[in-house]
Structure formats: C-alpha cells, structure tokens
C-alpha cells in the first residue's frame, strides 16, 4: 500500500492532525494506523482535561507560562512553552467545533485547578475529559473521505535506507506492520510519516497507562537512529487506586486534589505541607517523592486520598468516573479516604522534534507523548500534554504539507522498497517466554529505575536489561514475528534507553532523582 501521508497512532495528537491534513487537503491520501479499536489510546485515559486560558480577567499567558516553566524545573524551553501556551485557545475552540463537550457553569467554560497552577484554567468534561475528546475526534475522522482507517496492527519498523539495497534519499519511506488478528506483516509506504505513538508507562510493573503503551513509536524511531532525548524524566502519578483494579492500574485524577482532596497516612495525619507550602498541590513530582518518602518511614502499603469532608453527592457529581470505580472496588469516597499510591504516568521526554515537529530523520514526525517538545522540562504540569498534542499536531500538519509540496521522489521508487522479510524464521510457539521476559523487564525498571534511584540500582538495571536484550535479540532473529514480541522489543529498547540517559544525568530536576546526586 503507499499513500501521501503515513499516520501512526490514534490518540488526540494523530486524530487531530488527520482531520486537519484531510480537511485542508482533500486531495491528499491518508492512512491512519490504531493500534487496537480507535477509542483504545492514552487519550482515552486522561481524566483531567486540557490546561488553557480562558478567564483573562484572573489567568494570564505569563502565569500559565511561569507555572510550566516552575513545575519543569529549569528544563523547559521558554520560547516553545511561551507558544504553546498562547496557541492553547485557538486549538481549544477547534476541539469544541469539532463537537467536543466541556463542562460549562453560567453559560461559560467550568475551570478546575490542578496541582502546580496557580490559576484555575483546566477546561474539563467532569473526570471523563479524553474520553469525550476521543469519541467527538473519531466521529470527526469517520466523514473523511480521503482517510483509510487501519485498526488493530502493531508498528514493526520505520522504513529507511537501512532496508534498501542501496542508498536512496536519507529519509523516511513508511513503516512495517503487523495485525493483531492474523500476524500477517504489512508495508505502507508514504512521503511522510507521522509518529503518534504515546508513551511507553508500560517498562514498569505499575502504570497508569493502557497495556498498548509499550513506546512502539521511540523504538522504532531509536532503531532508525533518530535522536531521543529525555528519556530519564518519567513521571510518576502521584495518586493511582491501590490496588489493581481488574489488574489495571486506576488513576485518580488531579483534579480531586484541586478540589479539595487532603492526603493523609494511615493514622490519619496529613504530610503534605511539611514538603511543600502549596501542600496538595504542589507540583506531581514533589507529591509523588514526598508520598513515597512517607511510605518508606511507615513501611505502610498505600497512603489515602480523603474527600470525605466534600458537601453530600458533590464527589459522585464532579468525577463519576472515579467514584463507580471506588465503589466496585469496595470503597465508598463520600465516607471512606481513597487507598492511592504512585504509578508510572508519563514520559517527559522522547523523539527529539523542532517547533515544527519534524525529527532528525528527513519525512518523519512526532508528535504527542512519543516526543521531546522542550515545553515539559524535567516534570510535566499538570494537564499541559492535551494541550502540546493539540499545538504541535497544528504545527505538523503546517509543516508537513510544506515539506510534501518539496518531496522530489519518483512515484516508482517506493515500488522498489521490500516487503518483510521472515524467510529464515521459524514458528513463535513460546508466547510464554515473551510473556515471562515482559515481565522480567517491567520489574527491573520499578526496582532500580522508580521515583528513587541511585548509581548502583542503575547499573544493575543496565547489567539486567543487557542480558534481556540480547535474549530479545536472539528471539527476534529466530521467530516468526508477532504483536506481543514486537512490543518486548520496544520494551527492553525503551527501558535500555532510560537507564543509560539516567546514568548520564549528574543533577536531580524535576521527576528525575538519584540518591547519588545529593
């Protein structure tokens, strides 16, 4: 298959830079690649809502700008965050054309506030905010005529010139990919490809992030040596219901925090203020550290969430979402504090992109979670990620479509680009072996590569992932491929990835800290 334009992932950032592409250029073709349904991506997940400036009479630009830069804890790049956060309303309104809901209150958008905000500026749908952006952004992408929806299959491998018999034109052609459902292999060829790929929360054994998050996109960018940068500052959610739920880790929004939650431990005592003057809300990075510090003193499993102070049904009302999953979980949180611990949540860093979302491989971008914009530094603030999703996707689809106007290939090079080759593979019939090493590398990186670390937890992190890459290796080379063993690769990639740029890092910023370095 070739077409003009190569979208992988469906979260907000693919989605929306699909119906931008498609609605300005309907003369262009797309493939939009969903690793599993299109409802199923990160996006999906994020309660919160999307951080904008909306009430100009008690939020500013500065003050938006100022809380991003605090909370990325020198790290930041002042100029990116200073255009993202100027862009934010002009994308946001795009969002509500497209049919996205907000929670209103006099007739105007309903603000919460969130921890590290020194405003209330995060435009919200109760505790269900991605969830309603990803159903009015697929309904959006389903008119689109010049769109070919490619559900259920796996990013093998970008296609570059390593795949050619000879050297081409130094860019980026397409990608590999495998289905789900068959474990047939594929290639799609483009004149531009467009990561999208979210995350990768699942190198570690307790995240907030859905099973696909396996960093598919930073893989297979780092196998085609494009350049990844920050990778060390992952961030912890401070606040995930303990336990499992169903076996998934569930989070608790940020914004239960900003309406008042207290944290309090086991005995009842609040902790929170002798950390950080703003307490509660203080920045994620500080109240993630601060509860695992608390954890260790009391050696207690879980720390609690307390909004049983909040007036009758105002908790059901604000986040419904929150309160049925409590409650089938055996937790009233009207009555009852709610068990939290910290989980793995976001990367921080990524793909290394321009302003313009482009990566240092020629025709190939990067936009959301799987990239290093420079607007998150060291720690992410809260309700920012929608936000640079929607910005660079703009930016992307600007950028993009300049770069296609310039793409001088013949249209009969790309017939010449290989199919997958797996001639010298024999049958995977140890789905459990795959399985077992998944699992050996989720457990590694939440031993040795948590909230704390320290030079030794690293080093025997690296000495572990080493081994796991070369079984990875060995397996890979030996095996027919499937989904499952292209997501371990990605896995001991990405968490190998991790380990050696925490290794390089000598100063504790933001989410990042190693004992070593006090």
């Known amino acids: 298959m070739h077409t003009d334009v190569l979208v992988i992932g469906s ?40 951080a904008v400036v909306s009430d100009f009479e008690l939020d500013s630009f500065e003050k938006h700008v100022s809380d991003t830069l605090i909370a990325g804890d020198g790290l930041c790049n002042p100029s990116v965050v200073d255009f993202v956060v100027r862009e934010g309303p002009a994308r946001l309104q795009e969002l509500i054309d497209w049919g996205t809901s907000f929670d209103q209150k006099s007739d105007e958008l309903h603000l919460e506030k969130e921890g590290g905000h020194s405003a209330s500026r995060i435009v919200h749908h109760k505790d269900q905010s991605g969830y309603e952006i990803q159903k009015s952004l697929i309904a959006q992408v389903r008119k689109l005529k010049n769109v070919t929806i490619l559900e259920n299959h796996v990013l093998v491998d970008l296609i570059t010139d390593h795949h050619m018999s000879q050297s081409a034109f130094n860019r980026c052609y397409g990608a590999y990919l495998i289905s789900i459902k068959d474990e047939s292999t594929i290639k799609i060829t483009a004149k531009i490809t467009v990561l999208s790929t979210g995350g990768g929360g699942q190198v570690y054994a307790h995240t907030t992030n859905p099973k696909g998050a396996t960093g598919d996109g930073i893989g297979a960018a780092y196998r085609a040596k494009v350049t990844i940068n920050h990778l060390q500052y992952v961030q912890f959610h401070p606040t995930a219901f303990y336990p499992k739920v169903k076996g998934n880790t569930f989070l608790i929004s940020e914004a239960v925090r900003g309406a008042g939650g207290k944290l309090i431990t086991k005995s009842g005592n609040r902790f929170m203020s002798q950390y950080d003057s703003r307490a509660e809300l203080a920045s994620r990075d500080i109240v993630a550290r601060s509860i695992a510090i608390e954890l260790k003193k009391s050696g207690d499993e879980c720390v609690f969430l307390d909004c049983t102070h909040f007036t009758k049904n105002d908790f059901k009302k604000r986040f419904p979402t929150i309160y049925n999953t409590c409650k089938k979980a055996g937790f009233n949180p009207e009555n009852q504090p709610i068990p939290v611990v910290p989980a793995a949540h976001y990367f921080c860093g990524g793909v290394q992109v321009d302003p313009n979302s482009k990566t240092s491989l020629e025709g190939l971008y990067a936009i959301g979670e799987c990239s290093n914009t420079g607007l998150h530094g060291a720690n992410r603030l809260a309700s920012n990620s929608l936000l640079e999703a929607l910005v660079y996707s703009h930016r992307a689809v600007l950028a993009s479509y300049e770069e296609l106007s310039k793409i001088d290939i013949p249209s009969h090079f790309f017939t010449t680009i290989p199919d997958w080759n797996d001639a010298f593979t024999v049958s995977n019939k140890e789905s459990k072996l795959v399985d077992s090493l998944c699992k050996e590398i989720q457990e590694t990186m939440s031993s040795c590569v948590g909230i704390f670390k320290s030079s030794d937890s690293l080093l025997t992190a690296e000495k572990k992932l080493n081994t796991l890459f070369n079984q990875v290796v060995q397996w890979y080379n030996q095996n027919k491929l499937t989904p499952r063993l292209c997501e371990l690769r990605n896995l001991v990639s990405v968490s190998y990835l991790i380990v050696k740029q925490s290794q390089q890092t000598s100063e504790n910023k933001g989410v990042f800290y190693n004992h070593d370095n006090e």
């Open 11 to 50: 979260g907000i950032s693919g989605l929306s830079y699909v119906i931008k592409m498609s609605e300005r250029h309907p003369d262009l073709q797309i493939v939009l690649l969903s690793k599993r349904n299109l409802l199923e991506s990160n996006t999906r997940y994020a309660q919160g809502g999307i």
